[in-house]
């Protein structure tokens, strides 16, 4: 049996365990999202792009091995 849910639902879930279980303030978490929209908006987001897809493909090599 598959079951389908859209990813925001899954980041969602998440999201409510983290400040849940870790104790973090909403006004902590979105302002950190806020700060995700501001910087996806400036030059500084193509370097952070690149920066993610190169880490993920670190820990994908040396998890491969």
């Known amino acids: 049996m ?13 999201a409510w365990f983290i ?13 950190l999202v806020l700060l995700g ?4 908006g400036t030059s500084a987001a193509p ?5 993610t897809r190169d880490g993920v493909n670190v820990i994908n090599k ?3 091995k």
């Open 2 to 14: 598959n079951i389908q849910l859209p990813f925001i639902v899954i980041l969602a879930i998440a």
């Open 19 to 31: 400040v849940r279980h870790l104790r973090l303030r909403w006004w902590a978490v979105a302002a």
């Open 37 to 40: 929209f501001y910087l996806a």
């Open 47 to 51: 370097l952070i792009d690149n920066t």
């Open 62 to 64: 040396t998890s491969s």
